[in-house]
Nanobody, 125 residues
């Protein structure tokens, strides 16, 4: 079992930046894929960015490529999401996720991952 706690959300103007942090406890995350999902009101939860267990492979949704950067610090058991050039359409609750099985990436389905409680990101126009 792993517990994930997100921080760093808030209100920012269009074009601004935020850095989300996900702190894991209960187990090391060093051999598990990690990711950030988001869910806007009335929309499905979507995968925004993911990073494999070694940090050598990353994935980004087309909507955030070139603006968001995911990274991990296995020594600190944390995952970061650097978000730049934010747009109003980035407004959502952002969730940190950890794959339940080692050496595998996070998956879109709820049961394959552990989840944090979410942090609100609001981008004003």
């Amino acid at each position: 079992q792993v517990q994930l706690v997100e921080s760093g959300g808030g209100l920012v103007q269009t074009g601004g930046s935020l850095r989300l942090s996900c702190a894991a406890s209960g187990r090391t995350i060093s051999i598990y894929g990690m990711g950030w999902f988001r869910q806007a009101p009335g929309k499905d939860r979507e995968l925004v960015a993911a990073i494999n267990w070694s940090g050598g492979d990353t994935y980004y949704a087309d909507s955030v490529k070139g603006r968001f950067t995911i990274s991990r610090d296995n020594a600190k058991n944390t995952v970061l999401l650097e978000m730049n050039s934010l747009k109003p359409e980035d407004t959502a609750v952002y969730y940190c996720a950890a794959a339940k099985r080692p050496f595998l990436p996070v998956r879109p389905d709820y049961d394959s991952n552990y989840w944090g409680q979410g942090t609100q990101v609001t981008v004003s126009s």
